[in-house]
């Protein structure tokens, strides 16, 4: 707490005849926890560097890291990182979800870190292009990507033999759920056999994620939806796509493979459950590797196999995974040196060795291609194969200021869908006609 | 007069409450109301600030599609203004050097132009730091340049020759931060969910209070004031219970009473009744589980009152009427219920602005679904001014929300004391006349 009310500003301080520099730096950190702890050791490491390659130039360079990162939850980190660049407190460098860009970047309370570190230069010449586009805004370079990740749908190798696959069937999962000859009927239809041959209780065939997250805009690109229109820079509503997604939970109910009242599962539970093999197929995070085996699942790849979600099945549907990277954003505060050092650092953060000690610690994917050259992370049998199998096909939500409302929207029609409280077609036009009023000319529906 | 001041400085510790605590809040809220104030455009008001975005805005809104262009493009240019800057700045060995490289090239965007001046390797540039500082000074884009007035934005197209016509329109279009406007009443009235809200809120008012703050809180101070002193402390006591746990324990104590793997399915279980989430299975399910958690609560708060008003009641009425051979309904009818009107309306009352107001229950257990069937005008405006996953609060459109409510409440609490006739309650004693 005493961090938090602590004045963050620099003190750029004259003493005698050798111009000793100090800094304060602090680093808050949304959505993390003690597995996440390189998020701000990576820039404490970095002040080390940095102050080392001062004391090498002869100048004399004092950096002090002070980190957050026990918010509660999104909602309270959002809420007091904007309150505090309201009132001019914000820490000078924040970690954040990609999707703060947009709002953040318009409100003024952060500055794009193109204005300090050159991007055709190493690290940030060898992080991946696509990652670096998910940290822009409008052609601006506003943040660099502090990580990856991706997310795959799972399958219990036991459940799947049982209802009749090989190991040979089940290790070219990935391949054919990335060439669209497995789909989400396929899904349907195999959990199904799971719950009926009662090697999984009712309800627990398929088993999501108990709450709003990127993953479920992932089964609307599964049915062909786009959220965003590049070219006018619009936000996306594709109709068919979305009533088909709907429809998708709505049948899984009734199949009883999905339970009509899953949403709200307390998450403790449901990653006991998906890790000892209490449901057939789920989807989750890359991260999840790390968890299960905190679960008790000691042989991660003899018990599950992971895939792209799988397509639709429907015309113009596909295989894709969504990436949510965090990304590490400089706020405007103090003056222009303090976010030169600032950026200085997250720029030694962002180095392979040293973002490889938060992938690999995490259970986190890499940002840079040089990673995999790195022995800690080539070395991960998790890290090595989920970044070849998902990595590839992974695109991110928009960072679009009214994205938020969309993405809230679309999971309170898909809930109202999946609970029965309306069809999914009913459930669509209140969506449409929410979006419509509330977006207006930023929305195109399809 | 005197005794007027001193009645004065009496209540000033209560009217600088109000004023503070009530009145302030409600007309900021009622000021945010008529604004579009969200995270984007800030709380303070905004900058001028030129993005591709607004340059699509202004290209859908018909600003002559050669100012647009005009905007697009600029970039960065070599040229004789820039070259001074350089000159003055870095001095005249790195002037000549970008003159002979790249007098009068363009370049899209500052990336490209920070690759040029990387290229020329000139000692002067070989810090980061410093060869922005002179790719700045060949910008003639005025794209993504935050200025902080307008008139510093209109002296930035004016030296790009943008049309003195157009200046309005792109000054507006580059504005980051919030404006008045009724938009957000207009959506209220308009978008499908604010009805269901309103409904679910009517019903959660009206049931919870009706049921339990008034008429269950009414039975229990009743059927105890008939028992022993001693039997009906002990039983209030245990009914005041649930107001005293904290939210969270008491929810999670009623989630493993409800959920599909909690008490009542177990209890259930052997006599062949499947199991099922008892909170969620249908809304029917979660009304009912939202009413009787927040009831259980609430009821404890009407008994209290109730009992205390009835122990009021002079003994001797009673006593009469158990002589003139009431019975006990007779008595409750005729003595004790019509004495009770003043604690009826202030339960009433308080109970219906608290409940109007309040959400953290519901938000606890049933989270306002399943399918938003239990979500309540109060969580709505929760979710929109301080909970987004997106990230972009919308501070506006909450503070609608909530004024609202506000407004709703005040009407409800005049039309009460109408109701209960409260001028005649503070009426002199007719004796007094």
Redesign the interface.
Known sequence: MKRFLTATALCGTLSGAAAAQTYEITVWSGGSGEADSYRWEAIEMAADILEREAAIRGKELSITVDYKFDFGG??EF??AV?LAA?AGEAPEIVV??H??I???A????IV?V????????WPLSDVYPNLMEIASV???QWGVPQDSESRPFFFWRDHMRAIGYSDAEIDALPEAVQKGEYTLKNVLQDAGRAVEMGLVEKGMGFYPRVS??PDYAQFYQSFGGEMYDAA??KLVLDRAAMTEFYQFFVDAVEAGIT???H??TDWNEWYADVANGRAAMWHGGTWHYGRYQREGNEDFFGTIAFTLIPAGGNEGGRANTITHPLVYLITDQGDDDVQ?IAAQLVEIATEPRINSLHAIQSSHLAVSKSQSSVPLYAQNPWANAATSVLLPYANSQPNH????????AM??GL????????TPENAVA?LE??LT??LG?NLIVR | MRQDRIGFLFITPAVFAVVVFYLVPVLMTAVIAFTDMSTATGIRGGDYVLTESSLRKLDDASLPADTVAQLAEGGFVVDADGLAGIEAQFGAALTTRIATALLDEKFDNRREIERALNDLRAPELRITRDRKAAAALFQRSVLNTRHDTPESLRAALSVADIPLADHDQIVQAAYTGWSWTTRNFELLVSLPSTLRYALNTLMYVSVTLVVFNIGLGLFLAISTFYLPERTSATFRAIWFMPRILPPVLYVLMWKWMMLDSGFIASVLAPLGVARINWMMETEVHAWVAVILINGVVGASFGMIIFASAIKAIPQTMLMAAEVDGASRWQQVRFIILPQMRWPILFVTAYQTLSLLASFEYILLSTGGGPGSATEVWAMAAFRTALNNYGGNLQYGMGATFALVLVLIGTALSLIYLRFFNFQALLSKPRIER
């Open positions: 999104w909602a959002k809420q904007t309201e954040t979800s999707l703060d947009a709002p953040w318009q409100a003024g309370y794009p193109e204005d300090y570190l050159d991007l055709d230069a409008g052609g601006v709003n997250g006018t820079g339970s009509r009242t949403i709200g030169n200021p009214d994205f938020g409302a969309y993405a809230e999971w309170s809930e109202s869908a999946w609970t029965g409280t309306q209140e006609a929410e009023a509330v000319d």
